[in-house]
């Protein structure tokens, strides 16, 4: 049975199209036949419907289709045509043709022998079904694949779950106070998206009282094996060059996809994609950062995790803050699978503010999110392995809980695998509690490094407070066995840690900050106070980014081992490519962007000579060994580590 249903479609950039020459089906010339077709039309980038749907499409000043005018779609060649049902003064509607298929089409609009493409539109076809309503439940649908429906699929409002039935048929009682519903994507399958960004949750009205229908099409995907790119904190914001650089980093993630083209690939954020603070002032938001990503990478699905400043904190309390983030990205939390692993994306920022500006948070759960977990968690086997993500840490680098209801959460993954995965402080670490908790924490650094001013500065060198690079993550996950590796932007994997020769440094003003006035020479000096005399005792100190208790360190000099011991310090590095620029601008540090004291992966040997050369063996938990052969004296400079 047709079924019209009237699709409101979001407002894009306004297409201005000027008078055109063709004959019918062909954008070339015609054989002087003169016809104006002047649109001003506005159209979406995707269009989710079924055969018979009326789609309405506003267009402008006048130049919109006029009767007796058709919509054509172009597809590898095929065109398949669409009736134009109305035209109004300012819209006009159109009914998908039953030929239409899910796929990317080229919109044009045929005006006797003239033909004009307006803009490439996805178009996502649902397999409509008649689904009946039931009483007492007030939102129902279908979950398809290929005409048939998908059994077993969990579907929530963000408390409550309802699983589909051998049709693919659900149904679900909710209060719909979180506005929305979400299905979790079964391994095996892939929802579409709209560029890199899976579309499995929709936005409803609201009301309880009313009963609105949701379907999805899923199609089907071998993902048992896959590779998972975990991102950390982006803060994209139209500044400090962070555009530009972060296209450095989008090209090497696409080298990383080329590279494992054999597997099926994901990736998956942090947190803090956008920075809330330039939203307005830089005009550049979510939505804004939806458009980068999907112009900068093609050919996987990226999954988000909402971090503090991916709240709108203009709003105020904790619920409003994210409407902007369910409404441009995703749910705030939600799960979903691929192969053995259940993943999980939970917000732990809960908003304090007030919606004057204040940007006020606290770092903890909610009982919503612990309910709809439980629920969530009742239809996934033990054998599955969890990976938990969550933009501020569980635990700190010592291992202590830092967030509230961590407890709760542990309870709720008990007998499970799990990996958690945080961002959030631009440093790296793990905490490794497979034994006693049954979850290993990792805690991933950032893309952004100390949000892109290192790289700024030094037109490249990313680095993290804690002297880690800026960089990402990838995780191979082969059915039930978990591997991943640390990747540094624009550097090989083999560049795992970095020496520091301690006699080749001085941290002065006079040589890092020489326009530093002298309030802010003292000022560097004594930040870097452990850096900034001299040291000729030979130690070499060396940062070991992803360094776990698990990894085996080697260093020895002249064939002999050296004994290696952990040091609590700044990274000097950071410390000249942060601080001694800020100073040097005659500009304060900002305190949260500051040199990290690492407690878990600064170490340092202490050699013969000071010119005897050491061989650096590290080798990580699974066996990827990583050397270098440091000639000493070793140059500290920025252009020297900047290659």
């Known amino acids: 049975m047709k079924i019209l249903r009237n699709l409101t479609v979001l407002l894009a950039a306004v297409l201005f199209l000027s008078c055109e020459k063709n004959p019918a089906g062909t954008d070339g010339p015609d054989n002087g036949q003169t016809q104006t077709l002047e649109l001003m039309i506005s159209l979406p980038s995707q269009i989710d419907g079924a055969a018979g749907d009326v789609v309405s499409v506003k267009y402008y000043s006048g130049k919109g289709p006029k009767t007796g005018d058709l919509v054509v779609l172009k597809k590898g060649g095929k065109e398949v045509i669409c009736d134009i049902v109305s035209i109004e003064p300012d819209s006009f509607s159109f009914e998908i043709a039953p030929e239409v298929e899910t796929g990317k089409y080229s919109f044009c609009i045929r005006r006797g022998e003239v033909t004009k493409a307006v803009k490439d539109v996805q178009f996502n076809i649902e397999i409509r079904v008649e689904v009946e309503e039931k009483d007492g439940y007030n939102i129902y649908g279908i979950i398809t694949c290929e005409e048939a429906g998908v059994p077993g699929v969990v579907v929530s409002d963000g408390i409550e779950t309802a699983v589909t039935d051998e049709n693919g048929i659900y149904y679900l009682k909710s209060q ?325 020769d301690r006699n080749e440094i001085v941290l002065t003003a006079a040589k890092f900050a020489p326009k530093a006035d002298s309030g802010n020479a003292v000022k560097f000096e004594s930040t870097a106070a452990y850096w900034a005399s001299p040291d000729d005792r030979n130690y070499v100190y060396f940062n070991v980014f992803d360094y776990d208790p698990s990894w085996k360190i080697e260093v020895t000099e002249n064939g002999s081992p050296l004994k290696y011991e952990v040091v609590k310090v700044k990274d000097p590095l950071h410390l000249a490519a942060y601080e001694a620029m800020r100073y040097n601008a005659n500009a304060t540090p900002t305190s949260s962007f500051k040199a990290y004291t690492v407690a878990s992966h600064f170490f340092r040997v202490q050699a013969s000579s000071k010119t005897s050369t050491l061989e650096f063996r590290i080798t990580d938990r699974f066996g990827n060994v990583y050397t270098e052969t440091m000639k000493r004296p070793k140059a500290f400079s920025l252009a020297a580590y900047n290659k």
């Open 176 to 500: 719909e106070y979180n506005r929305l519903v979400f299905m979790s994507v079964p391994s095996g399958y892939e929802t579409v998206a709209e560029g890199v960004v899976p579309k499995f949750h929709k936005v409803i009205d609201g009301n309880p009282s009313t009963v609105e229908r949701v379907d999805w099409t899923l199609a089907k995907v071998d993902n048992e094996d896959h590779i998972m790119y975990v991102l950390g904190d982006m803060h994209l914001a139209n500044r400090t060059n962070d555009l530009n650089q972060f296209a450095a980093f989008t090209s090497d993630l696409k080298s990383q996809i080329t590279a494992n083209k054999d597997k099926k690939q994901y990736a998956l954020t942090l947190g803090d994609m956008s920075w809330d603070l330039y939203w307005y002032s830089n005009a550049y938001d979510l939505y804004s950062y939806v458009e980068t990503i999907n112009s900068s990478l093609s050919g996987i699905q990226i999954f988000h995790t909402i971090g503090n400043h991916d709240h709108d904190m203009n709003s105020a309390g904790d619920f409003n803050t994210v409407t902007a983030f369910k409404n441009s990205v995703a749910p705030t939390y939600y799960s979903f699978n691929i192969g053995n692993i259940h993943y999980i994306v939970l917000d732990n920022i809960l908003c304090t503010n007030n919606g004057t500006g204040d940007r006020t948070y606290e770092s903890s759960l909610t009982q919503d999110q612990l309910t709809w977990l439980m629920n969530d968690l009742k239809h996934v086997d033990k054998s599955k392995k969890l990976v938990v993500t969550m933009h501020a840490q569980m635990y700190n680098e010592n291992g202590n809980a830092a967030m509230d209801f961590a407890s709760e959460l542990e309870q709720l993954c008990s007998g499970y695998d799990t990996h958690v995965m945080s961002a959030h402080t631009h440093v790296i670490w793990n905490n490794d509690k497979t034994a006693s908790k049954g979850i290993y924490h990792h805690n991933s650094g950032a893309i952004c490094g100390t949000w892109w001013w290192t790289g700024h500065y030094t037109s490249g060198l990313g680095l993290c407070k804690d002297g880690s690079p800026s960089g990402y993550y990838v995780y191979d996950m082969n059915g039930s066995d978990i591997s991943w590796r640390f990747k540094p932007t624009g550097r090989d994997f083999k560049h795992a840690f970095r020496t520091y």
